[in-house]
């Protein structure tokens, strides 16, 4: 399984940006996809979330309103549009997938077998 992360940079506050996760190696479809990211001297922290079971998608509360989270079966493809930067967005981006975790587990990291590399996301004041 692969997973091939881009669309990362830098970009004054309240901008936009949109990270593209691309997957290979496994039926994407049946996966829940998420985004999470680390910031320096943090811990990784979940950002977003599409359960596989219905699509419904998951936000931590720094994130409602600003981004949204999006998959393209087709492509296997998962997306974060992220739009209102702040500064406190600032962080590596690492996209993440499962296929068999639990819906209470959506949140955690440890919970996803599969992760892409990470994008850097850099947001000045």
């Known amino acids: 399984v692969q997973l091939q992360a881009s669309g990362g940079g830098l970009v004054q506050a309240g901008g936009s940006l949109r990270l593209s996760c691309a997957a290979s190696?496994?039926?994407?479809?049946?996966?829940?996809v998420a985004w999470f990211r680390q910031a320096p001297g943090k811990e990784r922290e979940f950002v977003a979330a599409?359960?596989?079971?219905?699509?419904?998608?998951y936000y931590t509360d720094s994130v409602k309103g600003r981004f949204t989270i999006s998959r393209d079966d087709a492509k296997s493809t998962v997306y974060l549009q992220m739009n209102s930067l702040e500064p406190e967005d600032t962080a590596v981006y690492y996209c993440?997938?499962?296929?068999?975790?639990?819906?209470?587990?959506?949140?955690?990291?440890?919970?996803?077998?599969?992760w892409g590399r990470g994008t850097q996301v850099t947001v000045s004041s």
């Open positions: 190696g496994l039926t994407f479809r049946r996966s829940t």
């Open positions: 599409l359960w596989r079971g219905g699509g419904h998608s």
């Open positions: 993440a997938l499962d296929n068999t975790l639990i819906l209470s587990s959506i949140g955690s990291a440890s919970a996803y077998d599969y």
